[in-house]
């Protein structure tokens, strides 16, 4: 049986030197053109997945640290219900503070003005700080009071120095049947914290 006249062209022609190197390195282009493509395509699959664990772990750790404070705020704000704090503040705040790497000052504020910081250094500046009647801070601060729940707020810059992010719980106490606002439990995450995390 005799081959195709196609094919014995094709045969015919590839037998000269000149032309089957020229359609080897087509071959040969297109080959590894394939798998430079395919290589490259899969390599930048793994470059976004990459980013993208990153960008979700640096989410975790930042929701972690606000949680730290929302704990830590409620925490503060019960012991000030239950007539612990402030009287107590200077034995309970530290080993509550110690519980919460995240948060890197407890501050309390009765009727808004920051009264006491833990720990003391560099935070004692804030003290004597009005946050009702700061006009940066008031407006989160009555919004924390008409919701009754924690409001973080910021970036801030601190009256103590640095950019943070503040979370302010507002506490309300029952006496005699009647609740009243009583002031804030404070927490300060400053952004460093949040960046290191």
Request: proline fraction near 7%.
């Amino acid at each position: 049986m005799t081959a195709p006249p196609l094919f014995r062209t094709l045969a015919h022609f590839l037998a000269k030197p000149v032309p089957a190197g020229v359609l080897a390195a087509l071959i040969t282009l297109l080959a590894t053109g394939s798998v430079s493509y395919y290589s490259y395509t899969v390599r930048q699959q793994e470059e976004r997945q990459q980013v993208k664990n990153a960008a979700k772990d640096s989410r975790d750790a930042i929701q972690v640290a606000l949680l730290h404070g929302l704990s830590a705020t409620q925490t503060v704000g019960l012991a000030v219900s239950e007539g612990l704090l402030p009287a107590r503040f200077d034995s309970i705040v530290p080993r509550l503070f110690s519980s919460y790497p995240s948060v890197d000052a407890i501050e309390l504020a009765p009727d808004g003005i920051v009264r006491f910081v833990y720990p003391p250094e560099p935070n004692s500046r804030a003290l004597g700080f009005n946050i009702l009647a700061d006009p940066i801070q008031r407006d989160e601060a009555a919004l924390a009071i008409r919701s009754r729940q924690l409001i973080f707020a910021g970036p801030l810059e601190l009256v103590q120095g640095g950019l943070a992010v503040v979370g302010r719980g507002p506490v309300f106490i029952r006496r005699n049947g009647e609740e009243r606002f009583w002031g804030f439990t404070i927490i300060i995450i400053r952004i460093e914290t949040l960046i290191e995390r």
